[in-house]
């Protein structure tokens, strides 16, 4: 940001120092082992008086000196300019740092120039001895090179003391220094074997060939030893996170990995090879074929080392991209834009959010990324982001939970600009069409049943125990949640003390027409046994419930339940619906008389947003279910961040619970103890990619809250005036108070997570009370104290203490009435109007016995048939 | 707009800025000597093809075995200079290389291609025959186009109010080819690196480091022909140059500054004195006023430097975060290199007495 960017697009994302560097790398070292090579040889012939072999050596030293002085020595001056171009500020840090080093390095330059011609042009026609020892100046001369650039390369993986001193030596002697040396002069050596080859190759002279072919071999060879020490002591030597980013974490360095473990013992085994008495020609060939062994082997080896750097180029000191680390916290302070320069504005409008996006990829991410090219290339990575809000909370999540990426520096408009511009830009989406459409409230048909406040005797309250079941209808890669639906009842006698009836009636339930065969809808039957080894004929839940059918008595609640019922959003006509009709009867056992009718909602969506991220649309009329784009897109994702093979096993056919291994209380799984609990786990992953939101959005983002979404589970009135947060927290404050929990459980992994949130509706992670999902829950009496009128809408962090003070579980003083069937389900509390499928939808009952959409015992009559004067359920019940 | 918001933050240097001013001074000096023997030397060796002839091709066979040392030089006395450019103005010369970084970068790749093909002018000088003039147009037009790339950079880095052309040009291709001083500043070098180059030929006959079978009577002629009428020119282009400079900066070569205007004086003196010392085909006289008349133009250059740089900055405002062990690191081993270097040209030149 402070100096100017190339834009390169195809040829960005360092492709050109590679290009350079790698084939510089190659003949510079070579110029260093090479000039031992020489006056070794040199020395040989000599002793055994060889003309030939001393011939030999002085072709060679023409080869070498115009490969190591002319393309070794233009490529290394091509370096210097490269990155200057490419990284001017790390260039500039360099070069100022280390400025005297450099030019320590320059006069050994000259004297390895000065030397080599004097070498090659005096070859024959210098006294032996003073030949020898300008062979031996060249050589001293190249090493000290090799010795400086050295100490100011492994500077930048290692920096050591010199973060904190800033001392020259400290950062040239730093710890990956002596090991580095050692590699790097074995390399040295193994190469003037290995570029040996090549000149020996073409000796007419077969028997000074074949015993040239020897010597190189074993020059080639018997260093590898000093080689792999040093290269041990390195790995050794190197600081815990660069090595976990080698061999763990970095998506771009495996192949090279790879490519290292075959490629030494194959280049060991090629010059070994090339000890044996072979046909000229062979050897040509061969040798050629050596040297390019070997620039694979170091390119390969030069990739680790540069990717194992990230995201830094110098380590704590510059990001990649040129940001130092100390400019950080004035840059997330204030933004990038206020802080950098060579911006083409200094704030964002409508009409530039574009181009600043671009200007701003070029300079947060072109470093490291080209557009199109053949390094790191950024479109595969960012295809699946079809929108804006994705590639943002990508964008927000960077460098968060891998180490090897750097955050995104700039304000959450900025961020918003670049998200913009690779979305449109790079991935061609049209901005101006919304990415989940905007739904529009439609009122379905829905009849209420009939009620006689004068004749009839029973008042049937039927709900679903949650205000909305959310499915993951992702069946054949995984599963999260399956199709299971809690319908409840209690029948009530009316009279002057009602009475709750369980004895003697059978209460039936029937879903709406359309609604019955959810087997054609979803593939969950398929995958049942695999997912929960539970052999399921079609159409059947996983506690034996169909569609239609009778709730079971649950004595002990006094109330009647069918659980589990396999429910889904979809009806026979292909549309979404998330809030299907169930007609639910009382019957006399005895009789069959028909004692009440009532209808409910089953609330069950599949509006759940991994697509906005994971990419692959919606499966269903455009506004829900799961693609098989996004399903394997969310395991590729785990895959590559957890080390599991989720993708491979979905693909031979085991799709996994998620749960099976994620905890979680509310379907009785108890997982893999060492890990985090499933609610603690996604919500602390995702609310790193989640932060700052305002209000509901990072809720919405993945839960069918959307206002105007299909299903916007919450409906109550409650929503008029509050939001997720209110009773949640934000996504920080939620998933925090998840991970704190699992923290104080000694789960390793909470800290990972926690280190990038910090809480929003209380100051400190301190204040934050650790829960235990589905079971310490935001409870109503929290604003509502004593069951009076909320005086605050704050209901967050002071939680319930067990599972039996849900709400959902909860029965009023008496033990009689559960809180729901007079107040309806969770988020739909009476009145509940704000169904986007009808006004009435969540208010069957309190329509059908009072006739208005008040909580049932408004007027008490519905159920007392004389006024009571006691307040029996709750405080506050008689509004007195 | 404000253009001096678009120079970066320079970075701290460890010793104060006229320690690396003076290693500047000093090793652009070597590089220009050396880089004027390569590029005039390439530009009097075309020239002698051109015309043809025995001894006109002998020159230009000399200049062939000399041609790789002086592109290893120059290239190698380059190293330094710009080393010491980037500590004192990298602000400025990182900025106006990523503007023009496709030409810029180009060099890297154009030099490795004259330098090869120097050897082969070289190395096959007899068996390319006509060919050999073609190798050499390939080689010395790469160098004419880098010299003129340098002095796009050199010019770009000192005005900081053109840089907004990035702003609609990131791509790296711009030039600073608009600039009224470009051209007389290019030609500037490249006339003087003619006569520079045949004063180096002269001296080569001079001193018998002739390896063709160059007449060196011929050879100090041809040398000092080539460097009294470069220079001739050279006074009427460096004056378009200095009439090309805009006025804050010319005029402190006129009057607003004592030492400018000194060192144009002196200069002036120089040029005139060396038509004059040319002329009477003085070589030895001529070589020592040269290196000062060098001296002069590169305080000038620098000068210069410093007068389109005023509004914005001076080297002396760069932060100094005091570490002097490693300039006395680098002054043992600058030491220790020039002995050695020292010792080695004694052996090589005992060994060609030897042969001799």
């Given at each position: 940001m402070n100096y100017p960017v190339w834009d390169l697009t195809t040829y960005g994302g360092g492709f050109l120092i590679a290009l350079i560097a790698i084939v510089h790398v190659l003949v510079s070292h070579f110029a260093v082992g090479g000039g031992l090579f020489l006056v070794t040889l040199e020395k040989k012939a000599y002793?055994?008086?060889?003309?030939?072999?001393?011939?030999?050596?002085?072709?060679?030293?023409?080869?070498?000196?115009?490969?190591?002085?002319?393309?070794?020595?233009?490529?290394?001056?091509?370096?210097?300019?490269?990155?200057?171009?490419?990284?001017?500020?790390?260039?500039?840090?360099?070069?100022?740092?280390?400025?005297?080093?450099?030019?320590?390095?320059?006069?050994?330059?000259?004297?390895?120039?000065?030397?080599?011609?004097?070498?090659?042009?005096?070859?024959?026609?210098?006294?032996?001895?003073?030949?020898?020892?300008?062979?031996?100046?060249?050589?001293?001369?190249?090493?000290?090179?090799?010795?400086?650039?050295?100490?100011?390369?492994?500077?930048?993986?290692?920096?050591?003391?010199?973060?904190?001193?800033?001392?020259?030596?400290?950062?040239?002697?730093?710890?990956?220094?002596?090991?580095?040396?050692?590699?790097?002069?074995?390399?040295?050596?193994?190469?003037?074997?290995?570029?040996?080859?090549?000149?020996?190759?073409?000796?007419?002279?077969?028997?000074?060939?074949?015993?040239?072919?020897?010597?190189?071999?074993?020059?080639?060879?018997?260093p590898f030893g000093i080689m792999l020490i040093g290269g041990a002591w390195y790995i050794k030597a190197l600081p815990e996170i660069p090595k976990m980013i080698i061999f763990e974490k970095s998506p771009e360095i495996g192949a090279y990995l790879t490519t290292l473990g075959w490629f030494v013992p194959i280049l060991l085994l090629t010059c070994v090879f090339m000890a044996l008495r072979l046909p000229q020609s062979l050897q040509k060939y061969m040798s050629f074929a050596v040297i390019a062994i070997a620039l694979i082997y170091f390119g390969a080896f030069e990739f680790v080392r540069e990717a194992g750097r990230r995201p830094f180029i110098i380590y704590d000191h510059m990001y990649s991209n040129q940001v130092y680390v100390d400019d950080v916290p004035k840059i997330q302070q204030a933004g990038f834009l206020a802080n950098a320069k060579w911006m083409s504005a200094k704030e964002i409008t409508t009409d530039n959010q574009l181009q600043i996006g671009a200007e701003l990829f070029r300079y947060q991410c072109s470093a490291c990324h080209s557009v199109g090219g053949l390094l790191n290339d950024i479109t595969p990575l960012v295809k699946k982001y079809d929108n804006v809000f994705g590639m943002d909370a990508k964008l927000n999540g960077l460098g968060k939970l891998n180490p090897y990426m750097p955050h995104f520096f700039g304000n959450a408009e900025e961020r918003n600009a670049l998200a913009s511009y690779i979305v449109s830009e790079i991935n061609g989406i049209d901005l101006s069409i919304p990415a989940n459409p905007v739904v529009e409230a439609k009122e379905l048909p829905l009849e209420i049943p009939a009620f006689n406040k004068d004749k009839d005797e029973y008042v049937l309250l039927a709900w679903n125990n949650l205000g909305m079941h959310c499915i993951s209808d992702s069946d054949p890669y995984w599963v999260l949640l399956p199709p299971a639906n809690d319908l409840f009842a209690q029948l009530v006698k009316r009279g002057d003390s009602p009475e709750i009836i369980t004895e003697g009636v059978e209460i039936r339930y029937a879903v709406e027409k359309g609604f019955e065969f959810p087997e054609k809808q979803v593939r969950f039957w398929e995958f049942a046994d695999e997912i929960f080894g539970a052999e399921l004929r079609p159409g059947v839940g996983l506690s034996g419930k169909r569609l239609n059918g009778a709730l079971d008595l649950d004595a002990e609640k006094r109330a009647y339940e069918a659980s589990l019922i396999p429910v889904v959003p979809y009806p026979s006509d292909g549309s979404f619906n998330p809030y299907p009709i169930f007609t639910v009867t009382a019957v006399d056992k005895d009789s069959g008389e028909i004692l009440a009718t009532t209808k409910t909602v089953a609330p069950t969506s599949t509006e759940m947003g991994c697509k906005n991220c994971h990419g692959g649309g919606w499966r269903v009329a455009g506004v829900a279910g799961f693609t098989d784009d996004t399903s394997l897109d969310v395991l590729a994702a785990h895959d590559k961040n957890s080390g599991t093979n989720l993708v491979e096993r979905a693909k031979n056919g085991q799709p996994m619970l998620c749960q099976s291994c994620h905890a979680d209380p509310v379907l009785g799984t108890e997982g893999n103890p060492e890990l985090l609990n499933f609610p603690a786990a996604i919500h602390g992953w995702h609310a790193n990619f989640l932060t700052d939101r305002e209000g509901m959005d990072a809720c919405v983002a993945c839960h069918p809250s959307r206002p105007d979404g299909p299903s916007q589970c919450f409906r109550s009135h409650h929503s008029m005036f509050m939001d997720c947060t209110n009773c949640h927290g934000t996504m920080e404050d939620h998933a925090l108070s998840l991970l704190k929990k699992e923290q104080e459980a000694g789960k390793k992994g909470a800290a990972r997570l926690m280190a990038g949130l910090k809480p929003r509706n209380v100051d400190s992670l301190e204040q934050i009370n650790g829960r235990t999902p589905w079971i310490n829950m935001p409870d109503c009496l929290n604003c509502h104290e004593d069951f009076q009128m909320g005086m605050t809408v704050d209901a967050f962090n002071t939680w319930t203490d067990g599972a039996d003070e849900l709400f959902r579980n909860r029965h009023d003083m008496m033990g009689a009435m559960m809180c729901e069937a007079c107040h309806g389900s969770t988020h739909a509390v009476y009145p509940a109007t704000n169904n986007k499928l009808g006004a009435n939808r969540d208010s069957i009952q309190p329509l059908q016995y009072q006739g208005n959409d008040r909580p049932i015992g408004n007027p008490c009559t519905t159920c007392h048939t004389v006024q009571p004067e006691f307040e029996g359920h709750h405080p506050n019940s008689l509004r007195l | 707009m404000d253009f001096a918001a678009l120079i970066p933050t320079p970075d701290a240097i460890p010793v104060d800025w006229g320690w690396f001013y003076v290693l500047l001074m000093v090793t652009f000096l070597l590089h220009l000597l050396v880089m004027n023997a390569m590029l005039g030397g390439g530009i009097i060796a075309l020239f002698s093809l051109f015309q043809g002839g025995e001894q006109n091709n002998l020159l230009g066979k000399e200049v062939g075995y000399k041609l790789p040392y002086t592109i290893a030089f120059a290239v190698n006395m380059g190293v330094a200079p710009l080393l010491f450019v980037q500590v004192l103005f990298g602000q400025f010369i990182y900025s106006s290389s990523v503007m023009m970084a496709v030409w810029w970068l180009s060099i890297i790749g154009l030099l490795i291609l004259a330098y090869y093909a120097a050897y082969i002018y070289d190395f096959k000088f007899d068996a390319l025959q006509g060919l050999r003039t073609l190798v050499l147009i390939f080689s010395v037009g790469i160098l004419l186009f880098i010299g003129f790339m340098f002095s796009n950079n050199m010019t770009l880095m000192l005005q900081p109010e053109k840089w907004v052309a990035y702003l609609s040009n990131p791509g790296g291709t711009l030039l600073n080819a608009e600039d009224p001083t470009l051209w007389p500043r290019y030609l500037h070098f490249v006339i003087g690196a003619v006569a520079i180059a045949g004063l180096f030929l002269a001296l080569v006959g001079h001193f018998g480091f002739t390896k063709s079978k160059v007449d060196p009577a011929t050879l100090i002629e041809r040398g000092m022909s080539y460097f009294t009428k470069a220079t001739i020119i050279q006074i009427f282009i460096g004056l378009w140059f200095l009439v090309a400079l805009p006025k804050e900066v010319m005029m402190v070569f006129m009057g607003k500054s004592a030492y400018g205007t000194a060192l144009l004086t002196i200069g002036l003196v120089l040029a005139v004195a060396l038509v004059y010392f040319g002329l009477k085909r003085n070589l030895l006289l001529t070589s020592v006023v040269a290196l000062i008349q060098m001296v002069v133009m590169i305080l000038m250059r620098d000068l210069a430097r410093f007068a389109y740089l005023k509004p914005y900055f001076h080297p002396a405002d760069l932060q100094v975060t005091p570490e002097y062990s490693p300039l006395i690191f680098f002054l043992v081993v600058f030491a220790i290199g020039l002995v050695l270097i020292g010792y080695m040209i004694k052996l090589a030149l005992g060994c060609k007495k030897e042969v001799a």
């Open positions: 002793r055994e008086e060889n003309p030939a072999l001393l011939d030999y050596v002085k072709k060679h030293s023409k080869f070498f000196m115009l490969l190591t002085m002319v393309f070794g020595g233009m490529t290394g001056v091509g370096i210097w300019w490269t990155i200057a171009l490419l990284n001017p500020a790390a260039t500039s840090s360099l070069i100022h740092i280390f400025v005297f080093g450099w030019a320590a390095e320059w006069v050994f330059f000259v004297g390895e120039i000065v030397a080599l011609f004097i070498y090659y042009y005096t070859f024959g026609r210098m006294d032996r001895k003073n030949h020898l020892i300008i062979g031996w100046i060249y050589f001293i001369c190249a090493w000290m090179s090799l010795f400086l650039i050295n100490g100011i390369i492994d500077f930048m993986l290692t920096p050591g003391a010199w973060i904190e001193n800033h001392n020259f030596w400290s950062g040239f002697f730093n710890p990956t220094f002596w090991p580095s040396l050692v590699f790097r002069t074995g390399l040295s050596l193994v190469l003037c074997g290995v570029f040996g080859f090549v000149t020996a190759a073409f000796l007419k002279n077969d028997k000074l060939r074949q015993n040239l072919m020897r010597t190189c071999a074993a020059w080639a060879a018997l | -």
